[in-house]
């Protein structure tokens, strides 16, 4: 059975950092592209980021909110994808999911087959 | 950056009827478009991906339609388990999520 276990949320202070980290059971992120998206309290969902495949180049992709504060990093080795988060704001706040694309044998495409179960992020002084 | 705008946000109906949620993208997107079903307190489960194709496992009381700037996704037949908050998404560029609409049962 597929399964992504987010962790590393925390309370944590304007300006602060964390590092968050998705663990993926059944499956290898070897070949997955994996992202994160986040939902605000009693807000709708948005995209954060996305990791390719090493195959794909392991490239990385950001909404303009957290570009340039925000990267993605995996450990194929540890079956690990990890979200580093920096200069943190008040609007960071949210549940951050970690969660895969869909891939076909020849293509993966940006629409999400599974999902962790969220972490929660509070940014607060 | 492509916007995408749902009606209506919150809607109430009755066990049995037929509910339609519309998804308005702001520049064509083609087929590429998905519809995530969020229970309260639990992550998003996609239901359909491009624009009409139901995910495995999906009750076929859930369809899709819709390519370019409109889309619909349709319930036929509520059921009380359908109690939950649908995003449609836009991932022709990158990913985009509609603001949801909220299901009620009467």
């Given at each position: 059975?597929?399964?992504?276990?987010?962790?590393?949320?925390?309370?944590?202070?304007?300006?602060?950092?964390?590092?968050?980290s998705?663990?993926?059971?059944?499956?290898?992120?070897?070949?997955?592209?994996v992202?994160w998206?986040?939902?605000?309290?009693?807000k709708?969902?948005?995209?954060?980021?996305?990791?390719?495949?090493?195959t794909?180049?392991?490239?990385?992709?950001?909404?303009?909110?957290?570009?340039?504060?925000?990267?993605?990093?995996?450990?194929?080795?540890k079956?690990?994808v990890?979200?580093?988060m920096?200069?943190?704001?008040?609007?960071?706040?949210a549940?951050?999911?970690?969660?895969?694309?869909?891939?076909s044998?020849t293509?993966?495409?940006n629409?999400?087959?599974?999902?962790?179960q969220?972490?929660q992020?509070?940014?607060?002084? | 950056?492509i916007?995408?705008?749902q009606?209506?946000?919150?809607?109430?109906?009755?066990?049995?009827?037929?509910?339609?949620?519309t998804c308005?993208?702001s520049?064509?997107?083609?087929?590429?478009?998905?519809?995530?079903?969020?229970k309260?307190?639990?992550?998003?489960?996609l239901?359909i991906?491009k624009?009409?194709?139901?995910?495995?496992?999906?009750?076929?009381?859930?369809?899709?339609?819709g390519?370019?700037?409109?889309?619909?996704?349709?319930i036929?037949?509520?059921?009380?388990?359908?109690?939950?908050?649908?995003?449609?998404?836009?991932?022709?560029?990158?990913?985009?999520?509609?603001?949801?609409?909220?299901?009620?049962?009467?």
């Amino acid at each position: 059975e597929v399964q992504l276990v987010e962790s590393g949320g925390g309370l944590v202070k304007p300006g602060g950092s964390l590092r968050l980290s998705c663990a993926g059971y059944g499956f290898s992120f070897t070949n997955a592209w994996v992202s994160w998206v986040r939902q605000a309290p009693g807000k709708g969902l948005e995209w954060v980021g996305r990791i390719k495949s090493k195959t794909d180049g392991e490239t990385t992709d950001f909404a303009a909110p957290v570009k340039g504060r925000f990267t993605i990093s995996k450990d194929d080795s540890k079956n690990t994808v990890y979200l580093q988060m920096n200069s943190l704001k008040a609007e960071d706040t949210a549940v951050y999911y970690c969660t895969t694309h869909y891939c076909s044998s020849t293509n993966c495409y940006n629409y999400f087959d599974y999902w962790g179960q969220g972490t929660q992020v509070a940014v607060s002084s | 950056d492509i916007q995408m705008t749902q009606s209506p946000s919150t809607l109430s109906a009755s066990v049995g009827d037929r509910v339609t949620i519309t998804c308005r993208a702001s520049q064509s997107i083609s087929i590429w478009l998905a519809w995530y079903q969020q229970k309260p307190g639990k992550a998003p489960k996609l239901l359909i991906y491009k624009a009409s194709s139901l995910e495995s496992g999906v009750p076929s009381r859930f369809s899709g339609s819709g390519s370019g700037t409109e889309f619909t996704l349709t319930i036929s037949g509520l059921q009380p388990d359908d109690l939950a908050t649908y995003y449609c998404s836009q991932y022709n560029t990158y990913v985009t999520f509609g603001g949801g609409t909220k299901v009620e049962i009467k």
